[in-house]
């Protein structure tokens, strides 16, 4: 006979840690980096005295590497920018940590405030600039690490990311 007083459950349901995955050391989901950018975001003490600003270069640092993933921490003075370029193979987030940014990619622009993530796969071309009139401060995380950063022209980038027609 089968009712609704079938199912007990013997012992304390909470001490069933056997059926718990283990923490992980290092992030390996794509939640698991956003998660990891906005909890080195949240403290300050960790980047804050680390950053410099340098209005004839763009200033980074390597701020922390894992088994297959790099944080990265950069500053930008008003008016510098990346350049139209992509990741390679690896994807990314970017978080503003402090000021503005603005993306620009083929098919729109986007500004950046501070607390915004972005998330992007292999293959995505964007520009990163400080159009503000305040410095800024950002964090990429790469996985895998960066190891290379293609450029691109604007005309290029236009063509990868227009719709193109299907004719029969």
Not at 58 to 81: I, K
Request: charged residues 20%.
């Amino acid at each position: 006979m089968n009712n609704d007083n079938d199912l007990q459950i013997a012992g304390d349901i909470l001490e069933a840690a056997h059926l718990l995955q283990p923490p992980r050391e290092h992030p390996a989901t794509v939640a698991e980096f956003a998660g990891l950018a906005r909890s080195i975001a949240a403290d300050r003490s960790q980047w804050a005295h680390l950053v410099r600003y340098d209005a004839t270069t763009r200033w980074y640092h390597r701020l922390r590497t894992g088994p297959g993933y790099e944080v990265w921490l950069l500053s930008w003075v008003p008016g510098q920018g990346s350049g139209l370029h992509d990741h390679g193979r690896s994807s990314g987030v970017l978080t503003v940590l402090v000021g503005k940014l603005t993306e620009h990619t083929g098919r729109d622009t986007r500004v950046l405030a501070a607390g915004a993530q972005r998330v992007f796969a292999p293959g995505y071309a964007h520009e990163v600039v400080n159009d503000a009139l305040e410095p800024a401060v950002s964090l990429h995380v790469y996985h895998p690490g960066l190891t290379e950063m293609p450029m691109h022209t604007a005309q290029a980038c236009a063509a990868r990311t227009q719709p193109r027609s299907v004719t029969a």
